[in-house]
């Protein structure tokens, strides 16, 4: 029945879930991580300490991000970068070691911030990085407060349109806003997998239907590209490693 609900008004469902007594957080735990929470108490606590030590909670490829951080023209004059849905906090390792910006890294997992607070203060990043235990779905800033959105795999969560909605307002004019999304690279997908994202991702769309409602949005596509096949191996290696541990 959950199913079939969030499947027909994803955002209706996800409301009442908090109508349900469950937080945000919860709430969402319970919308993507796990549909069935029944004889699972303790699912949540697993998977936080499965993803807390993997390299990244999502596949990313740091070669891909430099490759695309080229098509910034200027890039020397980003000096306020927001890292949404930071996690344990590659995003915000990457854009401090390859931009000269202050970060704001905003996630409501504690647990990963918790690491991330590690990380900044084993290496006197207090100046750059600011770390902020907040909801991406309600972002604390004031308008035009970043010239860079960073979101690496987390507008899911919320929606892509909804989020390209609620985060432009936070860009200063001429700002840039980086998204990596899950989506369809083939328009005849298997079967197997077509059930498996219905189920995970019943909004997933292709390449070009995103990149249209991004102009729709206001946006100005700068570059376009995919995800190489070496990001999901490493993330599934990483995986695979942390599930023996445990």
């Known amino acids: ?8 008004t994803p955002d209706t469902y996800f409301n009442w879930l908090q109508t349900q007594g469950f937080s945000e957080l919860q709430a969402l735990q319970i919308r993507w991580i796990s549909k069935d929470m029944t004889g699972n108490d303790d699912y ?13 909670q999502g596949p ?12 910034i023209e200027n890039s020397v004059q980003i000096k306020s970068t927001l890292d949404i849905g930071c996690g344990t906090g590659a995003g915000t390792q990457f854009l401090v070691e390859n931009l000269e910006t202050d970060v704001t890294a905003l996630d409501n997992a504690e647990i990963f911030l918790n690491k991330l607070t590690e990380w900044v203060k084993s290496n006197s990043l207090n100046d750059r990085v600011s770390i902020i235990d907040g909801s991406m779905l309600s972002p604390p800033f004031a308008e035009k407060r970043f010239d860079l959105i960073w979101s690496e ?3 899911y969560i919320m929606g892509f349109n909804n989020a390209l909605k609620t985060w432009k307002p936070l860009l200063r004019d001429h700002g840039y806003l980086f998204i990596s999304e899950m989506c369809w690279l083939t328009d005849k997908p298997d079967s197997e997998p077509q059930r498996f994202w219905q189920d995970a991702y019943p909004d997933m769309s292709d390449v070009s239907t995103r990149e249209q409602q991004a102009q729709q949005s206001g946006f ?3 570059v376009s590209k995919t995800l ?10 990483d995986m695979r490693t942390q599930l023996k541990l445990l």
């Open 60 to 71: 990313g490829d740091n070669a891909l991000n430099l490759d695309i951080l080229l098509h």
């Open 153 to 155: 795999g987390s507008a």
């Open 228 to 237: 190489p096949q070496s990001a999901w191996d490493r993330f599934h290696q």
């Open 44 to 56: 949540t606590e697993r998977f936080y300490e499965l993803f807390l030590n993997m390299q990244r």
């Open 1 to 8: 029945w959950q199913q079939d609900f969030e499947r027909q």
């Open 220 to 222: 100005k596509l700068v």
